[in-house]
Structures are given as C-alpha cells and as structure tokens.
T-cell receptor
Framework: RKEVEQDPGPFNVPEGATVAFNCTYS??????FFWYRQDCRKEPKLLMS???SGNEDGRFTAQLNRASQYISLLIRDSKLSDSATYLC????????????FGKGTLLTVNP | GAGVSQSPSNKVTEKGKDVELRCDPI?????LYWYRQSLGQGLEFLIY????????KSGLPSDRFSAERTGGSVSTLTIQRTQQEDSAVYLC?????????????FGPGTRLTVT
C-alpha cells in the first residue's frame, strides 16, 4: 500500500456543485495532515491544515478519520476558480517535519 | 510579507554540466525543505534543514545531489554532472517549527531542463 493515495480524477463538476475528495494514508502514527492546491505550472499553496475535530474555511471543509486512516476535503458551491489539482500531505509518522504528498486529484469546474 | 523565493525560475543546461539552485525562505522560518516534482508525478522529498544542519538527506537521489544552507537562511541545491532524468521542477519550502502542524510554504520553483 502506498504511503499516501489519492484518486487522480479527473473530477469534472458544474459550477455550484459539491465535490469531495478522499486521501488515504498508511502510517497510523501520522499526526499532521494538510490539503494543498496546485494550479497548472505553479507551486502548491497551502489550503488547509486538517485537525482531529475537523475544520471549515468558507466553502471548504476538511475532516480526519483516524480509524479508517483517511482525510477528506469537501468543496461546496464550487466556483470556476476552484479548478486545480488538490494535493493531500501527511507527515511521515516518525518525524513531524517530513511530509509525504499524494499525487493529487484534478478538479475541473465547468460553467 | 515576502514569501519563499527561488532562483532562477527556469534553467536549461546541457547534460554533464553542474547547476546551482537557490532558495530564500520566509524570514524567521528555521526549517527549509527541497522537493522535486517531475511531469505528472507527485512531490518527492529531497532534503530537510533545521537551521544550518541537515538532519535528513534521505531523499537525495544520488551523490551528484548536494545542498547547503548558510546563516540559517538561504539554501543552495547543487546538481553535479546533470542527467536528463534530473529534469524536473525543484521546489523549496519553509516552515516555522514550534507550530504544532509544521505548515510548509512553497516557493515558485525552478524548472530545470537538461538537454
């Protein structure tokens, strides 16, 4: 099993739709979880840290399920500008600093 | 405030030449990371610095790759005798340990093309 796995997509959704991505991780000792957004030919930008209690930032909600070892990202009322690749990142159990990234899920929001 | 900066933004080099890539982290960020992202691939961890020391070099793909950091700030990644498979985007990130979540912030990257 890969350390961090994501459904590569692509996800094609209409404007206004709700879309959810999952990311599974293999190391049960992992403590830090993040979602990044990466636009084409740009650097990853931190979208959200994922806390145990879950967290919400506007239209974006992140959840952590430790029992099943996955994190999720929910985007409500999607906008054209949400089109990007969404990367999850998980720290490598034994260290707080080292992040392992998934390969990303491509989202296209259509008018 | 200023984010992570990297230079050059693009570098084209001939196979066998050495290249130096530079990263200037966010002011006050003591941790610095180098990653590489090949076309269609995920981010591959290369090396981590805490201050000037590199406690984790485990991701460096070969001894042609080296990195240093001076003054707890700027870092350079050097690739000697470049090969075509070194072509990728090299990304630098920094973070401020002490925060529980170790959030990493990325620079714009250096796109390296080895011909």
């Amino acid at each position: 099993r890969k350390e961090v796995e994501q459904d590569p997509g692509p996800f094609n959704v209409p404007e206004g739709a709700t879309v959810a991505f999952n990311c599974t991780y293999s190391n049960s000792a992992s403590q830090s979880f993040f979602w990044y957004r990466q636009d084409c030919r740009k650097e990853p930008k931190l979208l959200m840290s994922v806390y145990s209690s879950g967290n919400e930032d506007g239209r974006f909600t992140a959840q952590l399920n430790r029992a099943s070892q996955y994190i999720s990202l929910l985007i409500r009322d999607s906008k054209l500008s949400d089109s990007a690749t969404y990367l999850c990142a998980v720290n490598s159990g034994g260290s707080n600093y080292k992040l392992t990234f998934g390969k990303g899920t491509l989202l296209t929001v259509n008018p | 405030g200023a984010g992570v900066s990297q230079s050059p933004s693009n570098k084209v080099t001939e196979k066998g030449k050495d290249v130096e890539l530079r990263c200037d982290p966010i002011s006050g960020h003591t941790a610095l990371y180098w990653y590489r992202q090949s076309l269609g691939q995920g981010l591959e961890f290369l090396i981590y610095f805490q201050g000037n020391s590199a406690p984790d070099k485990s991701g460096l793909p070969s001894d042609r790759f080296s990195a240093e950091r001076t003054g707890g700030s700027v870092s350079t990644l050097t690739i000697q005798r470049t090969q075509q498979e070194d072509s990728a985007v090299y990304l630098c990130a920094s973070s401020r340990p002490g925060l529980a979540t170790y959030e990493q912030y990325f620079g714009p990257g250096t796109r390296l093309t080895v011909t």
